[in-house]
Structure formats: C-alpha cells, structure tokens
C-alpha cells in the first residue's frame, strides 16, 4: 500500500466564529435552564439502505411544557424555528427495532451518525432518547434494494416559489413570514407523482440550503401540496470549525456524492433550477459519475424571478445546446423547462422516467 499523500497542516483550533457561537450558546443555556428549560430531541427524517440507517436528529433546549403545548406538526411563523438554543455533546440512545446504539451529538446539537439496522425496505419509526430528554420516534426510509432509479429535488424556486437567495426576501421568507402563505411552483407536484406512482421502489430526496430548523415547515409544505414523501438534507446556516458561514454550494456536492456512496445502484433523476447552482452541481456530477445519473431536469426562471435570485436577469448557467449533446453523447440528458407541467411534456418526449429500465419495453 503506497503512503497516504501528505494534506498541508492546520491548525485543531476550531475557528475564531465556531468559539464565540459555542460560548454565546453555553451562556445561553445556562440562563435558560435557571428559567426551567429542558433537554429536547428534534427528529428529522432519517434513511437507510440494506444493513444500516443514517440517523438525523438535533438536541435543543425547550421551554417547560413546549412539547405538550405544541406538537411539531402545528404551524409557526418563522422566526419561532429558529428561536432555540442547541446543545452539544449530548449523548442519544437509539432504538432500531429492539437494537439498541448510543450516538454524540456534535458542537451544534446535531446528531448524523450512521448505525446498523436490519429494518426490511419502506417506512419505519425509530426511537430517539437521552438521560434528560424524553423519548420521540423518527420517520425513516429503508430504501429498497432492487431500486435502480431514484428522484433528487432542489426546494428553493424548484418545488416552492420563495425566491430565497436573495438575503433580505431569505430573511423574510425563513423568519417572518407564515409557513402556510408559501406557494408550489405550478406542476411540480404533478410531474413528480407521475415520476414516482410509475417506479414504486424509487426513493425521493429533497436537497436544499435550508436550515434544519425548517425541516418540520418543509415536511408539511410537501404534504400538504401532494409532493411524494422522502427525507429532506438540509444545513446549519452557523459558523464552522473553519469559518465564518456553511458553504450551500459545499453543502449540496457532498450531499449529492453521498447519495452516490449510499446506493450506488441507483441512477438519479437530478430536478432544480437555474437561478443558482443546480445545473453546475448537477452536470459536475454526471462527468463524475455518468452511470449514476439518469437526467438533469431545470426549471428555467423568469427574467424577474432572476433578478430576485442573484440579481441579473440572465440564468447563472446557459442552457445545454443540441450541440453540447453531439460532442458528448454520453451525457445524461439535461431539459429546461418553465414549470412542471412543461418539464413533464419535454421528459414524456425523451421518453424519461423512473421507471426500471429493464422493465421498459
């Protein structure tokens, strides 16, 4: 075995942005436990394949009584998700199916670790407890093995008009306004139940820059517009052990090759749109890895829905041309298109779709 290469040295110290964050939050929640808040465990929906579960949770501190006052499906105005104080090196008992392993939360509360599972594929509970926490159960998905194609969404300006890269409309949207007053971009909930009702096995992921304070908000926008159900992957908007801000561009590339890691017999179906990253993240992964990814769909923006997300009415990205298509015919196909029901018409032409392609005739 040839010696590792040598990575230049830096320094453990966790950078100056990560320390004042955790002594602000030690500060923090020594006040608020002399008030009587106590230890919570935040569950988001988790995932697993054959043999394993990727468990996703988060450890805060809540006002007496918050759990039983109001439960995590009840709507909040923005700014409440984000009103809470996060403790770290928790320690969190989890049960998956009688099998019991212990897992850390991390300097933020947050709890991703993966651990063994022998839960046959679809949808489970797993229970989530700690020593000062009382015990809440966790959605997860077991992917089924035989899956061959599998469906990955962006959120923002992809299934939910919130023009939220720019800074001052991502304040409003994330903490001020109402959850319920955010609207579906026009067919997407349609293209993807025709995605997913013709491939039963094929799993869906929703990739976003959002905070995980949001999961619950997200979850149920999903659910209540008839989107199909699957775990979100969502970021900490804090400071890092390296710097100031949580790179989004960063955060949707390693999400998007742990997918690739996780299930490598599965080609995706990449949806997202053009006011960002998306079709660069997406094409940069169909160069790395061609057999695992089946299409790049983009929801193309208006020209004002442009200048909302980045401040220029061009796409941050032109449009892949006939020509790119010629001088790479091994490319995954990529389609533009305004909206879902548009989107649909163009993958119905190509003749894409989730289905296995050993069962297209």
């Known amino acids: 075995m040839s010696e590792p290469e040598r990575q230049p040295t830096r320094s453990s110290r966790p950078h100056l942005a990560a320390r004042v964050e955790d002594a602000l939050y030690r500060r923090v929640a020594w006040c608020l436990r002399r008030r009587g808040w106590t230890l919570r465990i935040e ?12 468990v996703l949770a988060r450890t805060v501190l809540a006002p007496p009584g918050a759990a039983r ?23 969190i008992d989890v049960d998956v199916a009688g099998t019991r392993r212990r897992v850390v939360a991390d300097r933020g509360g947050y709890v991703d670790s993966v651990v063994l599972s022998d839960l046959p594929s679809g949808w489970h509970t797993i229970r989530l407890s700690g020593a000062q926490a009382g015990a809440v159960l966790a959605h997860v998905l077991v992917v089924d093995p035989a899956a061959r194609t599998g469906l990955v969404s962006d959120v923002d300006d992809t299934v939910m008009v919130t023009n939220v890269p720019r800074p001052l409309l991502a304040g409003w949207n994330a903490l001020v306004r109402n959850e319920n007053a955010r609207q579906p971009v026009p067919g997407m909930a349609v293209l993807y139940d025709r995605l997913t009702r013709d491939a039963p096995t094929a799993p869906t992921f929703y990739l976003s820059t959002g905070a995980w304070n949001s999961e619950p908000a997200l979850v149920r926008f999903l659910h209540r517009h008839g989107y199909p159900r699957g775990p979100l992957l969502l970021t900490d908007w804090g400071p890092t052990q390296t710097g100031w801000f949580r790179s989004g561009r960063e ?41 695992h990814v089946h299409a790049i769909v983009i929801r193309r923006l208006t020209p004002a829905q442009q200048v909302l997300a980045h401040g220029s009415t061009v796409a941050s990205v032109a449009p892949a041309t006939s020509a790119d298509d010629v001088a790479a015919p091994l490319r995954p196909p990529t389609l533009y298109g305004r909206d879902g029901t548009e989107l649909r018409s163009l993958l119905a032409a190509r003749g894409i779709s989730l289905r296995d392609p050993a069962d297209v005739p």
Request: proline share 8%.
């Open 251 to 291: 955060h949707k590339r390693i999400e998007l090759r742990r997918l690739v890691h996780d299930f490598p017999a599965i080609a995706w179906l990449l949806v997202g749109d053009d006011g960002q990253h998306d079709p660069q993240l997406y094409r940069a992964l169909a160069d790395e890895h061609p057999d």
């Open 69 to 91: 006052a109001r439960p995590r499906s009840a709507p909040l105005r923005g700014w409440r998700r984000f009103a809470i104080a996060q403790v770290s090196g928790v320690a």
């Open 43 to 54: 569950p988001f929906t988790c995932y697993g394949g054959e043999g394993w579960v990727r």
